[in-house]
């Protein structure tokens, strides 16, 4: 009887250790994929980017313009997977960003 008490009391500390240790890295893993999909967004077609596109053939802008769209979304998709529920400010960024490259793709 006293060993079941004591396994019993390990297996109760074991699991609160866990939960919470749990929650943390869920925590981390969210903070990094919001980081990631930041990163992603400022540097998907940004001013230095404008000015290289520019100067590229039609072919190629096509080409650079649905790898940035597929980038973006990726990313964004990824966000939604690990935080379950992005942000209206991270929501906006993306859906702005989507939109300029639509547009700039439908442009060609």
């Known amino acids: 009887m006293k ?3 004591i396994f019993m009391a390990a297996l109760l ?3 609160f250790n866990s939960t ?3 929650d943390k890295f869920k925590f981390q893993i969210c903070k990094d ?3 990631s999909f930041w990163n992603t967004l400022h540097a998907t077609y940004d001013d230095s980017e404008k000015a290289i596109v520019k100067g590229l053939k039609p072919k190629a ?3 650079y313009f649905e790898t940035a769209l597929a980038d973006i979304q990726t990313s964004f998709a990824d966000l939604q997977m690990v935080c379950k529920n992005p942000s209206t400010d991270q929501r ?3 859906e702005s960003k989507e939109n300029e ?3 700039a793709l439908h442009a060609l």
């Open 92 to 94: 906006s960024a993306y």
């Open 33 to 35: 994929a919001e980081t």
């Open 101 to 103: 490259l639509r547009k």
């Open 61 to 63: 802008k096509k080409i």
């Open 20 to 22: 919470v240790y749990a």
């Open 13 to 15: 500390v074991l699991a």
């Open 3 to 5: 060993n079941s008490k």
